[in-house]
């Protein structure tokens, strides 16, 4: 009877706890899954950009913003034959009558100059600007705004080619080489894809480099034991393809003045070539030869990339422009990481790399502009640059208040703006939140109320 009481109490026990436990799993588990459905609601992110959908976005949301576009795009063909709306601050004229950027004078600023898509692409073959393309996207018009500080730009310029021009400047100090900084969004990158359409439309040999970051990332990397520097052949490579594109008729009549062989370097993914070190340029070659040779053989682009920067300077005959976008990306380290033991490696500077070694330099009687981006997270650099002339920094500035006037009437006719809510102290109201960064302008017009 003992055994009987004493087996019942222990079932009875082991029942409770089973109970108890069960409680607190299933206690936990509701908490769990409350606290899971909290976190969830608390990580949403907020929208910040009411123009632009997310991906989840209800379909219904998606097509109301594709039929608005649609809309307004068949507004803008009908507003072509109304030219009473192609006006500015003041009823001035918004659209300048100059049918190219050398005829551009102090008279045009703060107007719009309309060009054709295709014709830019064809003038810009390397790529244009990303925020050309996104003011180009969001007007819905192909138009930019003419500022004094480009024209100041280009006449500088025009001054190094005709000195007789210097009695013109009012005492401006004419320049060979330059760099354009400013703040983010300011219009550097635009002005420098202007400066060399009206160069080559002027016949001018240019050398357009828009996107300098791709110079120090991605592709392979080698260090050249004959040089000490790491050869980058795909970048090397791009970078002839892009300077053949509009330049093959001018490389055409220039013969090559340099006849010393060129060291090969290791192929992108080949290795080293067997059995030669060096490829040979005759004395018949022209500048177009030579970047052939480079994109021909792998082994060679670097080697072509750093002798065609020889070359260039040795041009007499044709005025002979470098341009070069996202300058301040060859100031600080590349992508590329050399092993120094078996658990660390040492970053590759800009300097290290042989094309930015050849092209980086201002310290040279050539024509030269370079532009910071502030887009590519380079950071501040120090004011005196290593190899940069100490006057050559130029700041390029935001807009000001009456180049934002001019963009505001051409938002208002481009219809980003209600034309109801459309007043002075508005626009000004929007001029000054933003600063003056023409991004955020075009960003903010929108919600006028």
């Not at 003038?123 to 138009?143: C, I, Q, Y």
């Not at 080949?270 to 021909?296: C, H, R, S």
């Not at 938002?411 to 809510?421: G, S, V």
């Amino acid at each position: 009877m003992l055994r009987s009481i004493l087996r019942t109490t222990a079932t009875a026990a082991k029942s409770h706890r089973t109970t108890s436990v069960d409680l607190r799993i299933s206690a936990v588990s509701v908490t769990a899954s409350s606290r899971t459905f909290a976190a969830g609601q608390h990580r949403k992110k907020l929208n910040l950009r009411p123009d632009i959908k997310p991906d989840n976005a209800p379909s219904g949301a998606k097509a109301a913003e594709t039929l608005n576009k649609e809309l307004r795009a068949r507004a803008l063909k009908e507003d072509e034959k109304d030219k009473s709306v192609d006006v500015g601050p003041n009823g001035r004229p918004l659209f300048t009558s100059a049918t190219s950027i050398s005829e551009l004078t102090k008279k045009d600023t703060c107007t719009y100059m309309k060009f054709r898509r295709e014709e830019l692409e064809s003038v810009l073959p390397e790529g244009l600007p990303t925020g050309m393309l996104k003011e180009f996207n969001d007007s819905m018009r192909d138009a930019l705004l003419i500022r004094q500080s480009f024209l100041d730009l280009r006449d500088n310029f025009r001054r190094v080619v005709d000195p007789t021009l210097q009695s013109n400047a009012k005492g401006l100090k004419t320049r060979k080489q330059v760099v354009l900084d400013g703040a983010v969004s300011c219009g550097k990158s635009i002005a420098l894809a202007m400066l060399v359409n009206w160069a080559r439309d002027e016949g001018w040999l240019v050398l357009y480099v828009p996107k300098g970051r791709e110079w120090t990332h991605g592709g392979f990397f080698y260090k050249n034991p004959k040089t000490g520097l790491w050869d980058t052949p795909v970048q090397a490579a791009n970078a002839l393809q892009d300077f053949l594109k509009y330049n093959k008729d001018h490389l055409q009549k220039f013969p090559c003045k340099n006849f010393e062989p060129i060291p090969l370097g290791e192929g992108a993914g080949v290795g080293w070539m067997k059995g030669a070190d060096v490829v040979q340029i005759p004395e018949d070659y022209t500048l177009f030869d030579l970047v052939q040779v480079g994109l021909n053989s792998t082994h060679a682009a670097v080697g072509v990339l750093v002798r065609l920067r020889e070359e260039l300077s040795l041009v007499k005959d044709m005025p002979v422009l470098i341009a070069v976008d996202q300058y301040n990306s060859w100031f600080t380290f590349s992508e590329y990481q050399e092993p120094v033991t078996v658990r660390s490696c040492r970053p590759i500077h800009a300097r290290e790399l042989a094309t930015v070694n050849a092209f980086r330099s201002m310290i040279h009687d050539n024509m030269m502009v370079g532009a910071f981006s502030h887009s590519t997270a380079v950071g501040k650099l120090r004011q005196d640059l290593p190899d940069v002339p100490a006057d050559a920094r130029v700041n390029f500035p935001r807009y000001s208040l009456d180049e934002a006037a001019s963009v505001c009437h051409y938002y208002l006719r481009q219809r980003l703006i209600q034309r109801e809510a459309f007043t002075e102290e508005n626009w000004k109201k929007i001029y000054y939140l933003s600063n003056g960064n023409g991004t955020e302008i075009r960003w903010l017009v929108p919600f006028m109320r």
